[in-house]
């Protein structure tokens, strides 16, 4: 277990193995999750065509996941075919895609693994191609999930070139339509990327308060914020004058609970929409989906423990990029960046801290 010395000094390798793996770590069993049956009429319609092969992928059936004795539910638990207007449940938004499809599987993994009250929690899954559902429902056959079709061409046409290509792919925005594409009755979602895992309670994370903001993230103030931005957004002061009179602050937005009614009050993807529109005519960033974010949040973001946001460990893909964690605790590890672990892993070059994401691999072999 060489790679373990290249964690912080700040906690132990005996520590960082307890906290962190899930053959270690386990609830109390209660009632096992029920199934989920989907109601016909809330399903969005996808249109033909829009598909793709999925012979190449092959997951392995997660566990069945036990409620602990501190859940609300009685005997019977949460009832099958459960609405996704229950009050009760924490909503939680994720992109499907061919591409990061082994990292959205390993992220729910971790999620269901680490929270007390599995069946309480309701998947989100947006998508721009069918078949997803059956792969989704085979893996997990359990899991309380909904799919919304995501339509590219909704975005295209306001997506300009990025520094990288990955940054530029349609459902890399469908974070900004949640509002849109889910039912008026959720009313708060959390947002997560695909290449990430979760190794704490998600409750803990949809508890956070919002207060009278928005949108809740883990902010860095340390760093350079310009550095989003081109020379000539800062030299216009139609442009920069958006910051006057509040104090933004970084923020990752592969992270993120929001809440949807005051995004839809407030109509908050227009407001991300002409901000694209602007960079399409004027190149006022050079980084994808997240500048529009920071024009429209940054110092206005309710500040989350920087343990929900761990991100950057997927460096650059450099050999001798690898990123240790953070100072701290942690509650969630973000491969944000161009390497990913399952990427590494199954190229025998693995960076020390993809060990923590393996285990909640179901792709395939065990490792």
């Known amino acids: 277990m060489l790679w373990i010395k290249r964690f912080s000094g700040l906690v132990s390798a005996a520590m960082v193995l307890i906290v962190l793996s899930p053959s270690l770590q386990s609830f109390p069993p209660a009632e096992a999750i029920r199934s989920s049956h989907h109601d016909s009429n809330l399903r969005l319609h996808v249109p033909a065509g829009v598909g793709v092969s999925l012979n190449r992928f092959s997951f ?5 996941f036990r409620n602990a004795d501190e859940c609300r539910s009685g005997e019977s ?5 459960i609405s996704v207007c229950d009050p009760n449940l924490v909503h939680v938004a994720i992109t499907l895609d061919v591409e990061y499809l082994r990292g959205s ?3 729910v993994h971790s999620i269901l693994h680490h ?3 599995p069946e309480s929690v309701f998947f989100h899954f947006l998508v721009s191609e069918n078949n997803l559902e059956s792969l989704v429902r085979s893996t997990f056959p359990k899991l309380n999930f909904k799919v919304y079709y995501f339509d590219p061409e909704i975005v295209r046409s306001l997506i300009s070139t990025s520094v ?8 890399n925005y469908a974070r900004n339509y949640l509002a849109d594409l889910l039912e ?7 947002y997560l990327d695909s290449d990430l895992v979760v190794v704490d309670d998600i409750f803990k994370l949809w508890t956070t308060r919002l207060g009278s903001r928005t949108i809740g993230a883990p902010e860095y103030c340390h760093a350079n914020f310009t550095k989003y931005f081109t020379a000539s957004f800062w030299s216009n002061q139609q442009f920069s004058s958006a910051f006057a009179g509040r104090r933004p602050c970084y923020f990752n937005t592969g992270v993120m609970v929001i809440d949807l009614e005051k995004w839809r009050r407030n109509g908050y993807t227009k407001r991300i929409e002409r901000w694209m529109e602007i960079q399409k005519s004027d190149r006022i960033y050079e980084l994808g989906s997240l500048p529009p974010f920071l024009l429209v949040f940054a110092g206005h973001v309710a500040p989350i423990e920087h343990r929900w946001n761990q991100h950057g460990l997927g460096g650059d893909n450099v050999r001798g990029s690898c990123r240790d964690l953070h100072p701290g605790p942690v509650s969630l590890l973000h491969w944000s960046g161009s390497g990913k672990p399952w990427l590494r892993l199954d190229s025998k070059r693995p ?7 393996a ?3 179901l792709y395939g072999h065990s490792h």
Do not use: H, M
């Open 359 to 361: 285990p909640y691999d």
């Open 164 to 171: 990288r290509q990955a940054l530029e792919q349609p459902l």
């Open 60 to 64: 392995r059936k997660a566990p069945t």
């Open 105 to 107: 599987i390993a992220a």
């Open 115 to 117: 929270s007390l009250c």
């Open 351 to 357: 960076c020390p801290l993809d060990a923590l994401w």
């Open 184 to 190: 008026p009755c959720v009313s708060r979602i959390i």
């Open 77 to 81: 638990g949460i009832p099958a075919g």
